[in-house]
């Protein structure tokens, strides 16, 4: 597939279509717009910038031209607990796409819930949005995504940032964009025939923090424990140091030292 904004090709499976833009305000609003109009899932959004990209709890995304802005629009037909998942799939694909760019021995990581990091420091978020339908179950969910591929903020919810080109790695926007649709539906068929057991044990694999002690910032109080794993819906199982263990759903995860 030929990209109409910069020429490049963009190599995509036939399950996707693709609609690219110079600029937009968010990939993730105008996937809003094609998904209520009936647009299939496999729609890819692709901006080379974002006026109003959005972040976690609505934290502004920084966009400048020279990274990956794009939101994928799913219809996975399933609850919202199970659909949630789809964030530790997407990460999973985005971590073996961007790994793929970087040097040999290269340390990236996929940190809970949703972040990707190289050497330490975010180089890519992730962030679901969806529409239940009025049986409770999805009408659609919308998965935008940023990679950090030139260009970086100073840095992003509380955590350092770099780029892949920071990191010594070298890919264009079309060539990462082409191998992350090609994982992501490698793993979107696994999820959808074996569940998310699966993606779990891939995502662990690649985990940051995994089995160390963490701190977890949540909007009461925050909890320090040892981060043992997720459980099946993908809460983050954190043990305590009386040995007792707690499920995280939400909160902002740092390492501690």
């Given amino acids: 597939m030929i990209s109409p904004v910069g020429g490049g090709i963009v190599d995509l499976p036939p399950f996707f279509s693709l609609s690219a833009f110079d600029t937009v305000g968010s990939t993730n609003l105008e996937a809003r717009k094609q998904a209520d109009a009936g647009m299939p899932e496999g729609k890819i959004v692709w901006s080379r910038r974002q006026e109003q990209g959005v972040g976690r709890r609505g934290r502004n995304w920084s966009s400048p031209e020279g990274n990956l802005y794009c939101s994928l629009l799913l219809r996975p037909e399933c609850d919202p607990l199970t659909g949630a998942t789809l ?4 990460a999973v694909a985005l971590h073996k796409a961007i790994s793929s760019a970087l040097p040999v021995g290269s340390d990236i990581k996929v940190k809970w819930p949703n972040d990707i990091l190289i050497n330490g420091k975010k180089s ?7 529409k239940t339908r009025v049986d409770g179950t999805l009408d659609y969910v919308i998965v935008g995504t940023g990679v950090n591929i030139a260009a ?3 840095d992003t919810d509380g955590l350092p940032a770099t780029s892949i080109k920071a990191a010594g790695g070298n890919v264009t926007i079309e060539l990462l964009l082409s191998r992350y649709a090609h994982h992501f539906l490698e793993s979107y068929m696994i999820w959808k025939a074996d569940g998310f057991a699966p993606i779990r044990a891939e995502w662990l694999i690649r985990a940051a923090g995994l089995g160390q002690k963490i701190s977890v910032k949540l909007s009461d109080m925050p ?5 043992s794993g997720l459980d099946e819906t993908g809460a983050l199982i954190l043990t305590l140091d009386d040995g007792k263990t707690k499920r995280i759903t939400a909160g902002e995860v740092f390492i501690v030292p």
Wanted: hydrophobic share 55%; net charge negative.
């Fill in 87 to 90: 964030s530790f799939l997407i």
């Fill in 124 to 130: 890519a978020g992730i962030l679901l949005e969806s």
């Fill in 152 to 154: 970086y903020p100073k």
């Fill in 223 to 227: 909890l320090e424990g040892v981060f």
